[in-house]
């Protein structure tokens, strides 16, 4: 059973950066399918972006799309989300979630596995 904790959360002006990672444990990580999501206070927790077990195929939302970039790194066990020009609608609690499957789910209710989540908060 795979363990996720995910950091490099934190405040950032909007047009910054930032770097998520995501550290796994426990598992063969390649086993695995991965994905970010974010809740926003209020607001249902929805897919960002998500890696398939290789890396060779990358989803990114419509709303993220040319500004996030997933990768993953199997020999080191961890998953990146790097995000540039963020924008203050992008503030949420981001979370890295696994499934062993090689499809790349939509659904929350798929992914098996959570980490606890790191806040983004991006100023105006």
């Known amino acids: 059973q795979v363990q996720l904790v995910e950091s490099g959360g934190g405040l950032v002006q909007a047009g910054g950066s930032l770097r998520l990672s995501c550290s796994a444990s426990g598992g063969t990580f390649s086993d695995y399918a991965m994905g970010w999501f974010r809740q926003a206070p209020g607001k249902e927790r929805e897919r960002v972006a998500a890696?398939?077990?290789?890396?060779?195929?990358?989803y990114g939302a419509d709303s993220v799309r040319g500004r996030f970039t997933i990768s993953r790194d199997n020999a080191k066990s961890t998953m990146s989300l790097q995000m540039n020009s963020l924008k203050p609608e992008d503030t949420a609690l981001y979370y890295c979630a696994a499934a062993k499957t090689n499809l790349l789910f939509t659904s929350p209710t798929s992914y098996g596995y959570w980490g606890q989540g790191t806040q983004v908060t991006v100023s105006s």
């Open positions: 890696i398939s077990r290789s890396g060779g195929t990358t």
